[in-house]
């Protein structure tokens, strides 16, 4: 299952702001270290040259030509600024390519060279966190997912707004779901939806929650399927299908191509959970062209695990073999953890079916391994979590105070039961599950971070 950061909801990728504190920072900065300026610039400026037009291939979608300018770069005999900006550039890059150690790798580094206390770095910080967030957690890596939470949800409290509070308890849901408790994601991002129930400008924010909501939705319909309950299946989907629908509406009028794509690919699921074969196939090429065009690399291997699972139910068990062993071939250890795993659950069905015992018993051991492997780690960082629950919990209260919509408190109202929201893990869990109803029903899309 992909999840999609809150990092990116502008449709440029960095803040404007951001060229505004390299430029200003570079020459203080050359001369706190007390290196004559003549002696540094002219690198300096080439460097910063490489930076700008590396953020223009990112603002176009060349994700790879992003990386492929910033990777050379030094960054030791650099302004900590400008590595600062650098390293922020490339984690949102190589998390967009699904490049999940390069996009933790770049995001310590900016952690660690960037003072927290710098005003005009505070918005490159959240988008760093809240994809480290999500990185962390695909690569099972959960307790440092919790820590880059804890403080992307403090941060979120300085510094305020609508988009700040959605995007930072997106995220919480985002880790809540990749550490095991679909329930509590559900719960975050239910509060959430009420937030855009009133009239608001905030469409890309609103499209990429309810984006987020299907997955999550998608998620526990398959969990139901697979514990054979037929009710909570049915009613994860009609909430997905809801969330789809709205998403769809939205992203069509905000021209913007990979909103576009994840939500074919998520119309695509869907018509495939329900046995439509010929609708999901049309969704699922429409949903490639769309992939490929936007740059969307990190979300092929998602894309590819549906084709195989198009092809089983159409019991084409070679063909789904074929493509599910080869995406095995290019797979690392960067990969989505879940990715990982869904291949080999699927990669057994089709050997099954083609009546190959042995192989498919291999291929079940290996699924078996990845899959204690994952629950072991997430496990252990629920043990963490409790330890660490009234800490996010102050952080959800806190934040709380901050300002939504206007001038309305998010103490208040809706928003004020998000701030009573504890965290996934907790005995009480962030509010009771919203049951299905009519209110819900009526909101035709759901949040999704």
């Not at 404007?16 to 203080?28: H, M, P, T």
């Not at 037929?230 to 909103?259: C, H, N």
């Not at 062209?289 to 198009?310: I, S, T």
Request: aromatic share 4%.
């Amino acid at each position: 299952m992909r999840h999609y950061a809150w990092a990116g909801n502008r449709r440029s990728g960095p803040a404007g702001r951001e060229n505004d504190a390299v430029a200003g920072c570079l020459i203080l900065r050359t001369l706190q270290r007390g290196v004559p300026p003549n002696m540094q610039m002219d690198s300096i400026d080439r460097v910063a040259e490489k930076f700008e037009l590396a953020q223009r291939h990112f603002e176009q979608g060349r994700l790879i030509a992003t990386v492929e300018l910033l990777e050379p770069i030094s960054r030791g005999a650099l302004p900590c600024t400008l590595v600062a900006s650098i390293d922020h550039l490339h984690c949102l890059a190589a998390y967009r390519l699904g490049q999940l150690g390069e996009c933790l790798t770049r995001a310590r580094s900016f952690l660690q060279h960037v003072d927290p206390g710098v005003e005009s770095t505070l918005d490159q910080r959240f988008a760093v966190l809240a994809v480290a967030v999500v990185a962390a957690g695909e690569s099972a890596r959960y307790e440092e997912s919790l820590e880059h939470l804890t403080e992307l949800l403090g941060l979120a409290s300085r510094l305020g707004g609508l988009s700040h509070y959605v995007r930072a308890r997106g995220t919480a849901a985002s880790a809540f779901l990749l550490l095991g408790d679909p329930w509590a994601a559900q719960r975050i991002l239910s509060v959430l939806t009420t937030e855009f129930d009133r009239p608001h400008s905030e469409q890309r924010l609103e499209t990429t929650m309810r984006c987020n909501h299907a997955s999550l939705c998608l998620e526990l319909a398959r969990m139901a399927h697979e514990a054979g309950d037929d009710e909570a299946e049915q009613s994860a989907m009609q909430d997905a299908e809801a969330s789809v629908t709205q998403a769809m509406r939205q992203a069509v009028g905000l021209k913007d191509l990979r909103i576009v794509t994840y939500v074919q690919l998520h119309r695509a699921e869907l018509s495939l959970r329900r046995g439509e074969i010929k609708k999901a196939r049309v969704q699922l090429d429409g949903a490639a062209k769309d992939a490929e065009a936007a740059g969307l690399n990190a979300h092929w291997r998602h894309l590819q695990l549906l084709r195989a699972e198009l092809l089983l139910a159409q019991g084409d068990n070679q063909q789904a073999l074929d493509m599910l062993e080869a995406l095995r071939q290019a797979e690392d250890a960067n990969n989505e953890f879940s990715t990982r795993i869904r291949q080999r659950e699927l990669e057994y069905q089709a050997l099954v079916g083609l009546g190959r015992a042995a192989d498919a018993l291999q291929a079940r051991l290996a699924y078996d391994k990845l899959l204690a492997y994952r629950s072991f780690r997430q496990a252990r960082a629920q043990s963490t979590l409790m330890r660490t629950r009234l800490e996010l919990e102050h952080l959800f209260k806190r934040s709380s105070e901050q300002k939504a919509f206007g001038d309305e408190p998010t103490g208040g109202g809706a928003a004020g039961a998000a701030a009573k929201t504890a965290p996934a893990g907790s005995p009480k869990g962030p509010g009771r599950a919203p049951r299905r109803s009519a209110r819900f029903a009526s909101t035709s899309s759901r949040p999704r971070p």
